[in-house]
């Protein structure tokens, strides 16, 4: 088959074709992720919408380059496949469940017109509707919409392929910029919904590969010859394959936990040993991902910026063999798992935790595995479901104890045969309330709504950062200043890190609370963990103040209130 097979009318799509523009979108995912990121509501470092559709799209990625069939249904089946078990957080899991639906629409299908792209985008909508507990307006959902609605029209028009996708981008874009008055919360902050604007930008990116495409055939260019050098992105990507030997066949992963922030030049560093380069950072943590030849090269380098945790590698030789015959099957890195003379209970207790001093404490309580995720670090829905197969038992309680974590333990749910219950634990202090109410002899049942009434009873407050200048219900921010929040709502902002903590106590603590913890994190220490908890227990002499190490980094304290 050729390479670029877009029919000469431009009403017909090809496997390649297809195969081209999930790596087009891929392309500008990469040079766009930042500024999806930044698009944050909150002036917080917790904007991760770029990096988790990214990283849900570079799985697609995968699963495109291991085929070689002639059917644009098989592929499509395995790109939403590979994008489910790669999804991370709220949006990732919406576009991996968009890519399921368009899967739906391609189904036995080796190649594409206007109309079946349409019915098949429409598809997408719809599942990704149906994977949102409460769909809102003015997000990644209703641009999804109009982009249906543009594509639809224009096919109903006769327009080619490319001129439907065109027509979808456009509507797109429309629909984005409207975003920003159809939320008070983007309103506020002055941004359009960052969702939105990576479906916006996926759907360019397979506009522009298709561009390639469709030109080359249309007008009867001969693809000329490139090199390194003056190869597009695009075409270089497009590239086929050769599928038995990988030039980098190690796909390695790691995480590397250092003393201090060193991790300035890492990417320089790693760069020239690899391909699909991925360092997530945040103060003394990086996460590491890599295609490589030497994974020996990639840990000892990776040493000298500190100990290294969670080291994986694996052959994507192997995989590519492998993969139809084991596309049901995943493997995940787990920060750790319960003792062995833990009692078991019916149901297996899975926790998302990150900080070293709250993997301890889950551990303690009687969690039989932890995933490693949080704020900036959600972990895909491939992991949890690894440690739900894990488990001997055959219920789980999965705690996410993040609200942008709760949609992939939901998705979880439909991929196992097991009982899977999701208690939606939107921060650390109410998976640990959570935990504490446990008890391994009870039924599944009287336990959940033990864990559920103890969940409510406990009240969480941050201490972190700003990220960016910004005034939230009259409160002025600037970048830098020390941040305390509680719930969806900024309750303090100053240049004095106790003093902003304190406030937040004052704010957060009320007559029918008896104990406060106060989790100290990995850029505190335990000298200033101690003078602040002196000046709580001093302004509250009644209440029991406790404190903790929880080596969490991002947020400098987290209260639990009870």
């Not at 500024?35 to 770029?50: E, K, M, Q, R, S």
């Amino acid at each position: 088959m050729e390479p670029y097979s877009i029919a000469k009318d431009g009403h017909c799509l090809h496997v390649n074709d297809f195969k081209k523009m999930i790596l087009g979108a891929n392309y500008f995912f990469e040079r766009e992720k930042e500024v999806i990121n930044a698009l944050n509501v909150f002036p917080v470092p917790d904007g991760d919408t770029g990096t988790n559709m990214s990283m849900t799209l570079k799985a697609a990625v995968e699963g495109s380059l291991a085929y070689d069939g002639p059917s644009i249904g098989e592929l499509s089946e395995i790109v939403a496949s590979k994008a489910l078990m790669g999804a991370r957080g709220n949006s990732g899991v919406i576009l991996s469940q968009i890519l399921r639906g368009i899967a739906r629409g391609l189904r036995k299908k080796d190649h594409i017109s206007p109309g079946e792209l349409s019915k098949a985008f429409q598809y997408g909508v719809v599942y990704a509707y149906k994977a949102v507990s409460k769909p809102v307006e003015g997000t990644i959902l209703t641009v999804a919409r109009e982009m249906a609605r543009g594509i639809r029209t224009a096919a109903r028009k006769g327009e080619n392929l490319y001129d439907a996708i065109e027509a979808a981008v456009n509507c797109g874009r429309q629909a984005l910029a409207r975003t920003t008055d159809m939320l008070p919360a983007l309103k506020e902050a002055g941004v359009v919904d960052a969702g939105g604007l990576g479906l916006l930008v996926f759907f360019e990116g397979c506009l522009y590969a298709m561009k390639q495409s469709f030109h080359d055939m249309i007008h009867h260019k001969k693809v000329k010859p490139h090199t390194e050098e003056t190869s597009s992105p695009i075409e270089l990507l497009s590239k086929k394959p050769e599928k038995p030997d990988l030039d980098y066949p190690y796909c390695t992963e790691m995480l590397i936990k250092a003393a201090t922030d060193n991790f300035d030049n890492i990417k320089e560093t790693l760069f020239p040993l690899g391909d699909s380069l991925l360092v997530v950072t945040d103060k003394n943590m990086a996460k590491i991902h890599i295609h490589t030849a030497s994974p020996d090269l990639i840990i000892m380098t990776a040493l000298q910026y500190g100990s290294l945790h969670d080291i994986k590698i694996e052959n994507m030789n192997d995989q590519q063999q492998e993969f139809f015959s084991s596309a049901g099957e995943v493997t995940t890195v787990l920060a750790g798992s319960a003792p062995g003379q833990q009692e078991k209970g019916e149901a297996g207790i899975i926790s998302v935790s990150f900080g070293e001093g709250f993997q301890e404490i889950f551990l303690s309580l009687g969690a039989d595995e932890i995933i490693f995720g949080g704020q900036t670090m959600n972990p895909k829905v491939e992991d949890l479901l690894h440690a739900v197969n894990k488990l001997p038992q055959q219920s789980a309680i999965i705690l996410p104890n993040n609200r942008n974590i709760i949609m992939v333990a939901e998705t979880v749910k439909t991929l196992t045969d097991k009982q899977i219950e999701v208690l939606k634990t939107k921060t650390l202090p109410e998976g640990l309330a959570a935990l504490l109410a446990y008890n391994a002899t009870q039924p599944v049942e009287d336990n959940i709504a033990a864990m559920l009434r103890s969940i409510n009873r406990v009240k969480t407050g941050l201490v972190t950062y700003a990220t960016r200048k910004t005034i939230i219900k009259g409160i002025d921010v600037e970048p830098g200043q020390f941040l305390g929040l509680s719930g969806d709502e900024i309750i303090t902002a100053g240049k004095d890190i106790e003093l902003a903590a304190l406030d937040l106590v004052k704010e957060i603590i009320t007559d029918d609370n008896d104990i406060i913890t106060v989790f100290y994190g990995s850029e505190i220490s335990r000298d200033q963990a101690l003078a602040l908890t002196s000046a709580i227990q001093k302004d509250y002499p009644s209440m029991e103040v406790e404190l903790q190490y929880g080596g969490q980094p991002i947020y400098y304290y987290i209260f639990s209130v009870e």
